[in-house]
């Protein structure tokens, strides 16, 4: 009988211990969830020889439209974030660190799509890694079916606009930083783009914006950043 | 061997070719002439010198002359292929690295053949060791010497394409993989073509040689047949050793495209 006895209290010692942990498990979850929600991306003193330093921090839907005269350094300070050119400061995204991790992963994360889009394959479908949630996308951007079977010197400016930013909206990252996104665009398939960018951010995407035109820095800014002689201010309302 | 003696007027009578193509060049204003003299004259100063030099190197069989006569063409070898660059890499990889995997590979490739297939004694007789360098470094220079050139072209090029995979997430051998591929085609095409037209086509300088020297013609198809094996092993071996490094050397450990780290303004090729 004694034996016994001991044996229950060991089990209930057990149970206790695993009552414990459980609690700290839920704990853990629900750190991960505010983690998530909470994905900021913090860019900290980031500078090359001739530009910066840039401090900027954005909560997720964020839109910060960039704007300034040609050659102030907006394509520099978007390719700094995505590690795409040499340069010194800290750029973290809630709470992966960029120098914690590769740039591969880095920037699926961050992900910057160029003025001038670039092609490395004969045929639109190749440019395509991910195929989730790829033909809602393309029907958001006015884009026909058929038109991953094309070959990409058939292309005109504004497909192949549309075409590099749907191929980095499948990857699903979690900030984009777009180049001039719209500017081979008629103001109708402008709209479009803006709207499919508007859907991201209420999933929580950060935008960053290079743009020249003040329109639409009126319909998509919730912050706005004036580059000027390589450096960033926030303009004066 | 018993090789019929050339005197100075078979050679003047020779020269006379070249001084056909000189008028010809005038004649359709070509504009030609001066490098098509330079060349030569630069032909027959520099073999006349070798000559020279060869006959003393090879009376003296000294480790130390044959060393430095290898490590003397190497680095020709290395300044030729910076000089075929379009934009060639900045500060002393310009030479380097050609250089690097040319005299890795063509050391690899000359001491094989000398300890395996010819055995002269001692192995370092420059007889043997010298022309055999040379010609495998010629070879061996102009794979590496098109490749570089292939690849830092259209790399150059096609910029905008390899940046919109690095931005994607993709490494950068993934994204430099076509471009790579590509100019190693380009580069090996030659030593490819060497063998396929070499007895029906082409009877390879080397064979000729030895057949107008006076060899059995049998024996000289059997040196021939070992000479484009070598050539082919050291050419391949030099370009792949090349691709990894400039792949390695345009791009950072951060996967960027270091575009930076070439010459500035394209240089017209010589």
Known sequence: MAACDRAMAACDIVMAACDIVMAACDRAMAACDTAMATLQLKIDNLRRPGFGPFNLTLSPGDCCVVSGPSGAGKTVFLRMIADLDPNEGRVSLGHHRREDMPATAWRQLVTYVAAESGWWADAVGEHFSATDGLDASRTALKLPAEIMEWPVARLSTGERQRLALLRAIVQKPRVLLLDEPTSALDPDTTCRVEQLLKRLQDDGVILLIVSHQPEQADRMATRRLEVAGGRGAVPAV | ?270
Not at chain 2, 9 to 29: E, K, Y
Not at chain 2, 105 to 113: I, S
Not at chain 2, 166 to 181: E, I, N, S, V, W
């Open chain 2, 1 to 270: 061997m018993n090789a019929a003696p050339l005197d100075y007027t078979d050679l003047a009578i020779a020269a006379v070719l070249v001084v056909l193509n000189v008028i010809m060049s005038r004649a359709f204003s070509l504009g030609l002439e001066k490098q098509m003299a330079i060349s030569a004259v630069r032909m027959v100063v520099q073999l006349s010198l070798v000559g020279l030099v060869l006959k003393a190197l090879f009376a003296a069989v000294s480790p130390g002359f044959t060393l430095l006569t290898v490590l003397v063409m190497m680095g020709a070898a290395g300044y030729e292929v910076a000089s075929r660059q379009d934009r060639r890499f900045t500060g002393w990889l310009a030479y380097g690295l050609g250089a690097g995997p040319m005299a890795f590979a063509t050391a690899l490739v000359t001491l094989l053949a000398l300890a395996t297939h010819i055995r002269p004694d001692p192995w370092y007789d420059p007889r043997y060791a010298v022309p055999l360098v040379g010609i495998i470094l010629g070879n061996v220079m102009s794979g590496v010497s098109l490749y570089l050139n292939g690849f830092t072209s259209a790399v150059s090029r096609d910029k905008a394409a390899i940046e919109a995979r690095l931005a994607l997430g993709t490494d950068r051998f993934t994204a430099l993989g076509p471009f790579m591929r590509r100019s190693l085609r380009a580069a090996l095409i030659p030593i490819f073509n060497q063998m396929a037209a070499a007895g029906l086509i082409t009877l390879p300088g080397m064979m000729t040689g030895q057949i107008l020297a006076g060899m059995e013609p049998t024996e000289a198809v059997k040196y021939q047949i070992l000479i484009l094996f070598l050539l082919a092993g050291g050419t391949g071996l030099a370009v792949v050793a090349t691709l990894y490094l400039s792949a390695l050397r345009i791009t950072d450990a951060r996967h960027r495209l270091r575009l930076d780290r070439l010459d500035e303004r394209p240089r017209k090729a010589a």
